[in-house]
């Protein structure tokens, strides 16, 4: 069994960065509501600040990601939570440039794994795209046709690039 106690040590400038953050923290008033009414759900990748790209800020938008940004069964039930009960009607579904999920096929990723790690993980879907508009269209249109999400809600599709800050609006 792994040790129980929290690793202080792996984790020392996080819980001293906290630290400095809670000293000013402003943000007690915030509710668990969706200010700005939207929900974005965008990829892992670390180049990508969700709110700064959009022009909002802590309590205006959910935030949910994944690799490559992909609408997964997790991401529709965390969608009709916040579309009924955190005031989300809006939802932008935003992968982006440069992602490693859209420039290797999933046999590729396993095989890198694989032979650098020595894990298997092929009872893993990864969800790597060949054709990211077309993975976009298919995932804008599958919040739009789930039948459990709240009626109303508009579901819209941008790939962001990395290298620019700017964001591609596609028809869906």
């Known amino acids: 069994m792994?040790?129980?106690?929290?690793?202080?040590?792996?984790?020392?400038?996080?819980?001293?960065?906290?630290?400095?953050?809670?000293?000013?923290?402003?943000?007690?008033?915030?509710?668990g509501k969706a200010a700005k009414g939207l929900a974005i759900v965008t990829c892992m990748d670390s180049r990508i600040s969700?709110?700064?790209?959009?022009?909002?800020q802590s309590g205006?938008?959910?935030?949910?990601?994944?690799?490559?940004?992909?609408?997964?069964?997790?991401?529709?039930?965390?969608?009709?939570l916040a579309t009924y009960l955190l005031?989300?009607?809006?939802?932008?579904v935003m992968p982006h440039s440069?992602?490693?999920?859209?420039?290797?096929?999933?046999?590729?990723?396993?095989?890198?794994?694989?032979?650098?790690?020595?894990?298997d993980t092929r009872s893993l879907e990864f969800?790597?795209?060949s054709d990211q508009r077309a993975a976009l269209i298919t995932d804008v249109t599958r919040i739009r046709s789930y039948p459990l999400l709240r009626k109303g809600v508009v579901v819209g599709g941008a790939i962001y690039n990395v290298s620019s800050g700017a964001l591609e609006p596609l028809d869906c």
């Open 50 to 56: 969700p709110l700064a790209v959009v022009g909002m």
């Open 60 to 80: 205006d938008a959910k935030i949910l990601r994944n690799a490559g940004a992909r609408v997964t069964e997790d991401v529709l039930r965390t969608l009709v």
């Open 2 to 31: 792994a040790d129980a106690q929290f690793p202080l040590s792996t984790f020392a400038d996080i819980l001293g960065a906290n630290a400095d953050f809670a000293e000013t923290f402003h943000g007690s008033e915030l509710t």
């Open 98 to 119: 440069d992602c490693r999920m859209a420039q290797n096929e999933e046999a590729d990723i396993h095989a890198t794994i694989s032979e650098q790690f020595g894990v």
């Open 87 to 92: 005031g989300v009607d809006r939802i932008l």
């Open 127 to 129: 969800r790597t795209v």
